[in-house]
């Protein structure tokens, strides 16, 4: 059975996480940087947590692998807002250490969903935002 | 222990509890109280303290509420401590702190909850950050058990984790439940019963996931001095510890780093210190058990195991009634009620005051009680004078 993918429009917060999809919404996946030491930061930081120093949001690979995962079978969302199951996983894209990201695995089946296998994120247009989803590389390809 | 100001827990009061109860969560909270306080053998006017969570009491049921419901007009010690379960636990550290240190002499602490009748249940809690609605969701991560699913997951690629052990847990605490009056368990379960629950969010089953219902319960506490002259066997705060990781609320499930160490390593090596106890004293451990892995990885983080033994820790009866370190002895989140930590800390007194009957610790002289809410933890220990 295929996965499914949520459709859940971001609530708009007025916070930095509305940056995020401001930039989903041009195709482009970006991060906030430190403009000092250049480790990335995750997406609700406002300043760098190690010096203080301001934050760029700067383009982000799109190629990492699954930190960890869940299958879900009974939902939490707003009715309607999707069908089961779906995968969501926690990835640490290449290059960017100490920052997961969160994305929604595709796959033909939830069984080949596995720690490690690596990750091809792409961007996906819904009717109210565009959502990072991530399609599952073959094996040959897996980083462990 | 030897602290002649030491701090004690007097008396302890529950509402029952039910899916979806009639009350108001103040009432709730007020009869909760008003039981505390006549186990206790204190009259309400004599409280002058009133310490609680943070991040529900505060709006829901506020101590200036219950202060003018009781008519306590001696209350010179007001305070939150941290956030859900941890402050929850963290309150009963928190009091006995501010009796020895003679800012209030009679302290009660108070928590309910109206999740399984209120709009959204626990799930609307979280979704008052941020976070939540404005980046989490879209991801369809929504909802505590997908939190902890995760972990789960993560665990069982690191150090193996079976569906046996799992079920471990959550038999054990419904096999506990079964012996505690007013507990919300059907009744023992067994392994093709856990095996046969229905999925949720892959490593986990509904038996692996924490009860939701309405209900509330307080606890009294004073000097030990005093305690000497009251009803019950003396129950002394012997030891208490908190402890945050740098992570906030909104953060601490996708980004915490080390991903399966909670700062309960570091609450209960403070609450262990203070207390003068080594995990090797404890008789029973009442912690935190909202998901199976939560009882996991707090029993290594507690120091009853290494890290990556929990999941074998649990197995073959050791954490039953009668095994080697009885765990959650009243069911738990798992089996008892969701109280969120509170009837943790009621269970506890109870077996130190060896009244629990069918469910008893023979000989429970040494309690742990761990309460989490992350990116908070919380150790209390206490001793039966």
Redesign the interface.
């Given at each position: 059975m295929p996965t499914h993918i949520?459709d859940?429009?971001?609530?708009?917060?007025n916070?930095e996480?509305?940056k995020?999809w401001d930039y989903t919404d041009q195709d482009e996946l970006r991060l906030p940087r430190c403009e000092t030491c250049r480790r990335w930061s995750?997406?609700?930081a406002t300043q760098c947590?190690r010096d203080g120093s301001s934050l760029a949001w700067e383009t982000a690979p799109r190629r990492g692998r699954v930190?960890?995962?869940?299958?879900?079978?009974?939902?939490?969302?707003p009715p309607g807002?999707?069908e089961v199951p779906?995968v969501?996983a926690?990835i640490e894209l290449d290059g960017v250490e100490?920052?997961?990201?969160?994305?929604?695995i595709e796959a033909a089946t939830?069984q080949e969903v596995a720690?490690?296998r690596g990750v091809c994120l792409e961007l996906r247009r819904f009717a109210d935002?565009v959502?990072?989803v991530g399609r599952l590389e073959s094996k040959g390809a897996e980083v462990s | 222990m030897t602290d002649t100001r030491g701090a004690a827990i007097v008396g302890v009061g529950e509402t029952a509890f039910v899916r979806r109860s009639d009350q108001r969560l103040n009432d709730a909270v007020f009869a909760a109280i008003t039981l505390a306080l006549t186990d206790a053998g204190i009259d309400a006017a004599e409280v002058d303290g009133l310490v609680t969570e943070s991040s529900m009491m505060p709006q829901r049921v506020p101590a200036d509420m219950v202060a003018a419901r009781f008519g306590m007009s001696n209350r010179c010690f007001s305070a939150h401590s941290l956030v859900g379960g941890a402050g929850v636990v963290g309150a009963a550290g928190l009091a006995a702190a501010a009796i020895r240190a003679g800012l209030a002499s009679v302290v009660v602490t108070y928590f309910g909850v109206d999740f399984g009748s209120s709009p959204g249940g626990p799930y609307a809690f979280p979704a008052a950050l941020d976070v939540k609605l404005g980046y989490e969701a879209p991801f369809g991560w929504y909802g505590q058990p997908l939190y902890f699913a995760s972990l789960a997951q993560r665990y069982r690629h690191e150090y193996g984790l079976t569906e046996e052990q799992q079920g471990a847990v959550a038999i054990a605490a419904h096999a506990h439940a079964a012996r505690t009056p007013g507990a919300m368990s059907r009744g023992p379960i067994t392994m093709d019963d856990y095996r046969a629950s229905r999925m949720i969010a892959e490593p986990f089953r509904a038996l692996d996931c924490s009860l939701v219902n309405d209900g509330a319960v307080a606890l009294v506490l004073t000097a030990e001095s005093r305690a000497a002259d009251l009803p019950h066997a003396t129950v002394s705060v012997a030891g208490a510890g908190v402890a945050s990781a740098l992570d906030t609320q909104g953060s601490y499930f996708t980004q915490h780093d080390p991903y399966l160490e909670t700062p309960a390593t570091r609450s209960a090596a403070a609450a262990f210190a203070s207390a003068g106890v080594a995990p090797s004293d404890v008789d029973v451990v009442e912690l935190y058990d909202c998901f199976t892995i939560s009882t996991i990885l707090q029993l290594e983080d507690l120091g009853f195991c290494k890290k990556g033994e929990g999941a074998a820790f649990v197995e073959n009866g050791r954490i039953s009634v009668g095994g080697e370190l009885p765990v959650n002895t009243h069911g738990g989140l798992l089996a008892h009620a969701y109280l969120v930590g509170a009837s943790h800390l009621v269970e506890a007194v109870r077996q130190l005051r060896h009244e629990r009957g069918a469910g008893q610790v023979d000989g429970a002289e040494v309690a742990v009680v761990a309460g989490l809410g992350l990116p908070d933890h919380a150790t209390v220990i206490l001793t039966r004078s």
């Open positions: 949520p859940v429009a971001p609530q708009r917060s916070t996480l509305d995020f995750w997406v609700g947590p930190f960890t995962y869940t299958v879900v079978h009974r939902d939490f969302l807002s999707t779906y969501v926690l100490g920052v997961r990201i969160l994305a929604v939830a720690i490690g935002h959502l990072p | -």
